[in-house]
């Protein structure tokens, strides 16, 4: 490749590389929602949205307001699906993208795939109960008052474990973006030190050098780098 510097004995070239094909239109038209964590193959009436609760409790148990999918629906929640057992809850949970889970039952399996409240009578609260919720690693503990207020404890209680579920996910993909990002920079650090060697380059030499490269087959840094990595590997194994 003719990269307008004068060549030197054992001088750096860039191997052959492909450019990189255009990716197609990812763009969704209005209306359509697409939600990521949702099972292949999974039909359209499958997706939930995210404020969305599943619930796990005995049949006839109600909480103090009224039957829970009802008082859930009242305030707001849809309700992605409802049944006794923790065990057929959590097959059911691979394949909904559910907010929270409301249960009764301190299951570690249930509560640990899903975000999860475990819900108590007042009547039937203790510190034995809130330590296996704990030692389960639920995401809330709710004792129902029995009096009108029990709606608003249920939404509050809900909101702080939606709100923490997102901001653990912005957290991932932050600590996803910077692992990123070191990498990518582990790899041109690698390249440019190369190119220097083998140029007689300085640093800011070396770097210009692969920028141009890069700005010429139309790839990124990190992508360049790591072909001229691969070729130049392939290149001492011969």
Known sequence: MNTGQPQRRGSFSSPPTEKESRQPNTKKSAGQVVRAGTARNV????????RSVFIVEDP??????GPLRCVAERLGYSVAGECSDPAEAVACLGDLGVGVVLTRHPDPVLLQAAPSIVLSDSNMASLAGLHDAF???AAGYLVSPKSPSCDICLSAAIEMVLNQTREIARLRKELAEAQEALAARKTVERAKGIVMEREGLTENEAYARLRRLSMDERMSMKDLCETLLQAWEAETDR
């Open 43 to 50: 039909p359209a009436s499958a997706v939930v949205p995210s």
């Open 60 to 65: 006839g148990q109600e909480f103090a307001s």
């Open 135 to 137: 030692q389960a690693q």
